[in-house]
């Protein structure tokens, strides 16, 4: 269902950027949504072709609007009202830095202990 006009807060949220449209609304207000590199109100309408700019921390995503829409569509659908332009290696940059931030600890063996604890911080203090 394509629609002439709607306001990018409600764009974001039913294309599944973010999970409400509250967290859509507050991203814009707070400057993490950009068209053309000037950030945007939530009321902003997009065009079809806008190539619009969205800080997920840690990822920045890169998306060009195919379509407008008014209700959120399901996962499969995405695809038909969004390009994603987003590089392939800030994909890779993000997975890093999850890889970075997860410890692994042998299934069974619980929580760290206060001593495991400080070995991890002391470890990860000299990586950086």
Known sequence: MAVE???IDKWL????????RSLA???CKNGRVKIEGQPVKPSRMPK?????EIHLNPLNKT??????????????????Y?????????YERVE??????????????GRPTKSDRRQIDSLK???E
């Open 48 to 52: 079809i072709g806008d190539v619009v």
């Open 25 to 27: 609304t507050e991203a």
């Open 125 to 127: 203090n000299n990586l």
């Open 96 to 109: 890093l830095i999850r890889e970075f931030n997860a410890e692994f600890r042998p299934r069974g063996t």
């Open 82 to 90: 969004l390009d994603d332009l987003t590089p392939a290696e800030e």
């Open 13 to 20: 949220w039913a294309v599944r950027i973010y999970k409400t």
């Open 63 to 80: 998306v060009r609007v195919k379509a407008l829409l008014h209700n959120r569509v399901g996962a499969k659908l995405v695809a038909e």
């Open 5 to 7: 006009e709607v306001r």
